[in-house]
C-alpha cells in the first residue's frame, strides 16, 4: 500500500465550506486541504481554545488562509439549530458542509443535553439537524454535503426498537448504528433533492482505518487511556499496513470536489479498504435500503411548526 497518496483539488476560491470536526486530526487535514485550494472555511467548534490552536495551525501551513470559529457542541440539537441560526444570519453563500465530527466508543453509556445516546445523538441526529438548518443556504448555493461515514457501518443495523440503547448498550453497536444512520440520510438527501429541484447534491465518504483521537484517551467520554486498537492502529499506520491523518482525509476531499458524485461513497482502494488512495466505492450493504433511508428522514427531520 502506498503510505503518500495525494489528491489535487481544484481551485475553491469562490467556495464557503463548513467542517465539523475541523479541530484536531482527520478534520484538521481536511480544513487544510481545503483553505490551501483557496476555501473560505468556517469551523464550528466546542472548544474555542482548541479551536484558535487549530486556527494558529492552518495558518501557519497555509498563509493567508481564510478560516474562522463558531460555536457548536452537536450533542446539543439548540446549539445546533443556534449555529444554523448564525449563519444563516450572515447571509453568505454556503456551497459545502463537511459533516465530519464524531465521537465514537465510550465505555460506558451516555447521553447527550437532549437525553439520546450520545453517538446516536452526536454523530447523526446533531450533523441530521444541521442540515436541515442550512436547507435554506444550502439549496441557494446548490452545495455538497458530504457526510463521513465509516467501515463500521458496513455491518449491522439500526435498532428501531432501542435507538438510544436504554434496554442493552453495546458501544460499537452504537457506533455503527449512527454511522449507518448517519450515511441512509445523506443518500436520501441526494435522492429528495434530486426529485424537489432543490440542487444539493450529497455523498458519503469514509476514511478507512488511521490513527486519530477518535480511540484515544477522551476523558470526556470516559476514556483515560488510550485504546488497545488505536495503539495498534498507529503501528499499522507506521508499517504502511492502515492509513494516516493524511491519507484518511483524502476521501472527503475527493467526496467534495468530484463532479457527479451525488449518492456516492468513496473510500481508500488499498487492501481491505483501510488505506491508500481514494476511489469510489461500492455502498454498503446497509446504504441500499431506500426505505430504511426514507424512514430515517422522517425520524431525523423535525416537523415545520404548526401553522407553516
Known amino acids: 500500500m502506498s503510505r503518500t497518496p495525494d489528491l489535487s483539488l481544484p481551485d475553491l476560491s469562490r ?20 483553505a490551501a485550494a483557496g476555501a473560505e472555511v468556517v469551523l ?6 482548541k479551536g484558535e490552536a487549530a486556527l494558529a495551525g492552518v ?42 465530527a464524531g465521537v465514537m466508543s465510550p465505555p460506558q453509556r451516555q447521553t447527550t443535553a437532549d437525553g439520546h445516546e450520545l453517538q446516536w445523538g452526536t454523530n447523526h441526529l446533531g450533523h441530521a439537524a444541521l442540515v436541515h438548518h442550512l436547507l435554506p443556504l444550502l439549496r441557494e448555493s446548490r452545495a455538497r454535503v458530504v457526510s463521513q461515514v465509516s467501515v463500521a457501518a458496513a455491518s449491522g443495523q439500526i435498532v428501531w426498537d432501542d435507538l438510544d440503547a436504554e434496554r442493552s448498550y ?30 444539493v447534491t450529497s455523498t458519503l465518504s469514509h476514511p478507512g482505518v488511521a490513527p486519530t483521537s477518535l480511540l484515544a484517551a477522551r476523558p470526556e467520554v470516559g476514556r483515560s487511556r488510550d485504546t488497545t486498537s488505536v495503539r495498534v492502529i498507529r503501528l499499522l499506520s507506521r508499517i504502511g499496513l492502515a492509513g494516516t491523518p493524511d491519507s484518511a482525509a483524502l476521501p472527503a476531499l475527493l467526496a467534495a470536489t468530484a463532479p457527479d458524485a451525488g449518492g456516492r461513497l468513496y473510500g481508500p482502494r488499498g487492501p481491505g479498504h483501510v488505506g491508500g488512495a481514494p476511489a469510489e466505492q461500492r455502498l454498503y450493504r446497509p446504504l441500499r435500503d431506500e426505505a430504511e433511508a426514507a424512514r430515517v428522514w422522517e425520524l431525523s427531520v423535525p416537523a415545520p411548526p404548526a401553522g407553516r
Open 15 to 34: 467556495t464557503r465550506a463548513v467542517v465539523t470536526g475541523g479541530s484536531d486530526g482527520l478534520g484538521l487535514r481536511l480544513v487544510t486541504r481545503l
Open 44 to 49: 464550528p467548534v466546542r472548544n474555542r481554545t
Open 59 to 100: 495558518r501557519r501551513e497555509v498563509p493567508g488562509a481564510r478560516v474562522s470559529l463558531r460555536d457548536l457542541d452537536l450533542s446539543s440539537l439548540a446549539s445546533v439549530a443556534a449555529l444554523g441560526e448564525t449563519l444563516v444570519a450572515e447571509g453568505e453563500p454556503l456551497h459545502l458542509l463537511v459533516n465530519n
Open 170 to 199: 453495546d458501544a460499537m453497536r452504537s457506533y455503527r448504528q449512527s454511522k449507518i444512520a448517519m450515511g441512509l440520510f445523506g443518500l436520501e438527501l441526494d435522492r429528495r433533492s434530486r426529485a424537489g429541484g432543490w440542487g
